[in-house]
């Protein structure tokens, strides 16, 4: 037993979620659930994590109800699922039913994929892709609609909160990135305006689901179309962004970062989960490379080794950096990751072949 995890084996509390430990599972898109539905086989994966010890687990992306919402996209994304119609929300069901037996909590991650979606693509191939600055505001607030729609189907079929794709160069962050957003308008414009089309999304959605349903919000520096990309260059443009989003109800940000230990700003070594924390006053998930000594996408074409590099997150932790910790490849690879982190034993090897199965 490493005695050195223990604080990560603390319980954590946010409204009405109560988690066992600080460990998650990140949002990682399986493609298995067919015409949107996830079936036995999805319920038993994510089940598997949480009789593993996973305290928490988010979803893969799951589509809002808009014909926009998802498509194929730069990963050439199919069997998306959805979380609108009789049979996704019976499917979701049995999901949350298997987490919540397997003694787990579970929160979908909420997604449109906005220019990143190819056009003409199923299940909507009329339905034009969504840019920020070809956006009427009839969509946009028909876009909100549709995230709110999804959120209280999430609550209905017994999630434990919602979670926001609002980083990677998707629909939210599209609006908050200036790269993607140069409107003119109330939308659009310097960094707070910037932040409106996310902040009526995340008002919206909370005057619904009530005060104690957790809104988690995924931010990121980075974009499938630039990794290099900055959403802020500096910590006061962080600042305004992540304390506009907490004052519109967002509870937990998910800070989505390639490599967790890099520092987010020059003059400190902290990391960018910890200045979204320090900045926006709310807790934070911190994630990138967490298990392996590669990030993400240089895994997929350089050798990766599994290493335990736990001791730098402990450190972390204890500085008051982050309060969850995610793991994407690590629970991919093996569901057990979490009791062999505990227990001291090695860890599984990175395995590409993993991201074709439902293990």
Same mark, same amino acid.
């Given at each position: 037993?490493? &005695?050195?995890?223990?604080?990560?084996?603390?319980?954590?509390?946010?409204?009405?979620?109560?988690?066992?430990?600080?460990?998650?599972?990140?949002?990682?898109?399986?493609?298995?659930?067919?015409?949107?539905?996830?079936?036995?086989?999805? !319920?038993?994966?994510?089940?598997?994590?949480?009789?593993?010890?996973?305290?928490?687990?988010?979803? &893969?992306?799951?589509?809002?109800?808009?014909?926009?919402?998802?498509?194929?996209?730069?990963?050439?994304?199919?069997?998306?699922?959805?979380?609108?119609?009789?049979?996704?929300?019976?499917?979701?069901?049995?999901?949350?039913?298997?987490?919540?037996?397997?003694?787990?909590?579970?929160?979908?991650?909420?997604?449109?994929?906005?220019?990143?979606?190819? &056009?003409?693509?199923?299940?909507?191939?009329?339905?034009?892709?969504?840019?920020?600055?070809?956006?009427?505001?009839? &969509?946009?607030?028909?876009?909100?609609?549709?995230?709110?729609?999804?959120?209280?189907?999430?609550?209905?079929?017994?999630?434990?909160?919602? !979670?926001?794709?609002?980083?990677?160069?998707?629909?939210?962050?599209?609006?908050?990135?200036?790269?993607?957003?140069?409107?003119?308008?109330?939308?659009? @414009?310097?960094?707070?305006?910037?932040?409106?089309?996310?902040?009526?999304?995340?008002?919206?959605?909370?005057?619904?689901?009530?005060?104690?349903?957790?809104?988690?919000?995924?931010?990121?520096?980075?974009?499938?179309?630039?990794?290099?990309?900055?959403?802020?260059?500096?910590?006061?443009?962080? @600042?305004?962004?992540?304390?506009?989003?907490?004052?519109?109800?967002?509870?937990?940000?998910?800070?989505?970062?390639?490599?967790?230990?890099?520092?987010?700003?020059?003059?400190?070594?902290?990391?960018?989960?910890?200045?979204?924390?320090?900045?926006?006053?709310?807790?934070?998930?911190?994630?990138?490379?967490?298990?392996?000594?590669?990030?993400?996408?240089?895994?997929?074409?350089?050798?990766?080794?599994?290493?335990?590099?736990?001791?730098?997150?402990?450190?972390?932790?204890?500085?008051?950096?982050?309060?969850?910790?995610?793991?994407?490849?690590?629970?991919?690879?093996?569901?057990?990751?979490?009791?062999?982190?505990? !227990?001291?034993?090695?860890?599984?090897?990175?395995?590409?072949?993993?991201?074709?199965?439902?293990?």
């Amino acid at each position: 037993m490493r &005695e050195d995890l223990a604080p990560l084996f603390k319980d954590f509390s946010c409204g009405q979620l109560t988690l066992s430990n600080r460990f998650v599972m990140s949002p990682m898109t399986r493609q298995f659930s067919p015409d949107g539905v996830p079936g036995d086989d999805v !319920a038993a994966y994510y089940a598997r994590r949480a009789t593993a010890k996973v305290g928490l687990i988010i979803t &893969e992306g799951v589509g809002v109800d808009h014909p926009s919402a998802i498509g194929h996209g730069s990963m050439g994304e199919e069997n998306i699922p959805i979380l609108h119609g009789d049979a996704a929300l019976v499917g979701w069901r049995r999901v949350v039913d298997s987490v919540h037996r397997a003694g787990g909590k579970i929160i979908p991650q909420l997604w449109h994929m906005g220019e990143l979606r190819t &056009e003409g693509t199923p299940p909507f191939p009329d339905a034009k892709s969504m840019r920020p600055n070809d956006m009427s505001e009839f &969509e946009i607030a028909d876009i909100i609609a549709a995230f709110v729609r999804s959120a209280v189907n999430a609550k209905a079929a017994g999630f434990d909160g919602i !979670a926001l794709h609002g980083g990677h160069g998707y629909l939210i962050d599209s609006f908050l990135w200036a790269g993607t957003n140069t409107r003119a308008d109330a939308y659009g @414009g310097d960094i707070l305006r910037r932040t409106r089309f996310a902040t009526e999304l995340v008002k919206a959605i909370r005057a619904e689901v009530g005060p104690d349903f957790p809104i988690l919000f995924r931010i990121s520096q980075w974009k499938l179309q630039d990794y290099d990309a900055m959403l802020a260059k500096t910590s006061e443009e962080l @600042g305004l962004i992540v304390e506009a989003l907490a004052a519109a109800g967002v509870d937990i940000f998910d800070v989505s970062t390639r490599v967790f230990s890099l520092p987010a700003f020059p003059g400190s070594e902290m990391g960018l989960a910890g200045w979204v924390r320090k900045l926006s006053g709310k807790p934070t998930i911190t994630v990138g490379g967490i298990g392996f000594d590669k990030e993400l996408a240089a895994s997929f074409v350089q050798p990766t080794q599994a290493i335990d590099n736990l001791g730098d997150v402990v450190r972390r932790f204890a500085a008051e950096e982050f309060d969850l910790v995610a793991l994407g490849r690590a629970l991919l690879m093996d569901p057990a990751w979490v009791l062999k982190a505990q !227990a001291g034993m090695p860890f599984e090897p990175f395995d590409i072949s993993s991201y074709s199965r439902l293990d």
